[in-house]
């Protein structure tokens, strides 16, 4: 939560606009399949830190977009434009 709040605060001095993305999965099983892709990587990665994560993860409580991740990228770079664009 602070390093948005000082990510804010840097964008409000240069007279940018500061938005808040939260990016997630909707399928557990992509979730699965991409980690086990990553296995042999140079993230060490795998399904029960993801788990570990999920159970302490806290909502973001300030205004945001949220980005389903789960589909191809082409879908992913059009929800993302598609909210920049409004």
């Known amino acids: 939560i602070q390093d948005r709040h000082r990510a804010k605060k840097i964008a409000d001095e240069a007279g940018s606009k500061f938005e808040i993305v939260e990016v997630k999965c909707s399928s557990e099983e992509i979730i699965k399949e991409r980690l086990k892709q990553r296995f042999e990587d140079e993230s ?43």
Request: hydrophobic content about 30%; cysteine-free; aromatic content about 14%.
């Open 44 to 86: 060490d990665a795998q399904y029960e830190h993801y788990l570990k994560y999920k159970k302490i993860y806290k909502p973001i409580a300030e205004k945001h977009i949220i980005i389903d991740n789960s589909g191809k990228l082409e879908e992913i770079d059009n929800q993302i434009n598609n909210f920049f664009k409004s």
